[in-house]
C-alpha cells in the first residue's frame, strides 16, 4: 500500500478540526486530572515516563498505570 502524506488526502480541513474537538472534549471531561496531565504530558511535551515520574514525585509504576488507563478510556470514547 502506497504511503500518502495527510496533506494530499481528500479529507477536509472541517473533519480534521471536528476529531481535534472531540480529543479535546474527551480529555477535559473523561480523564481525571492525574490521568490529563500524564496523558498530556507524554504526547503532547514528548516526556518520558520515567521523567513524568520524577516530576510527579511518584513511583514510575504508578505513572505507567494511570497512563494506561487513560489510554483506555481514550481509546474506548474514541471509537466510531
Known amino acids: ?4 502524506p495527510y496533506n494530499s488526502c481528500k479529507a477536509s480541513r472541517r473533519d480534521r478540526d471536528l476529531q481535534l474537538e472531540r480529543v479535546h472534549r474527551i480529555l477535559n471531561q473523561e ?4 490521568q490529563r496531565e500524564v496523558y498530556t504530558a507524554h504526547y503532547l511535551q514528548g516526556m518520558s515516563i520515567p521523567a513524568i515520574a520524577r516530576m510527579r514525585g511518584v513511583n514510575k509504576t504508578s505513572v505507567y498505570r494511570i497512563f494506561y488507563r487513560a489510554e483506555k478510556k481514550m481509546q474506548k470514547f474514541l471509537m466510531y
Do not use: E, G, I
Not at 500500500?1 to 500518502?4: C, D, G, I, N, V
Not at 480523564?31 to 492525574?34: M, Q, V
Open 1 to 4: 500500500m502506497k504511503s500518502t
Open 31 to 34: 480523564l481525571t486530572p492525574a
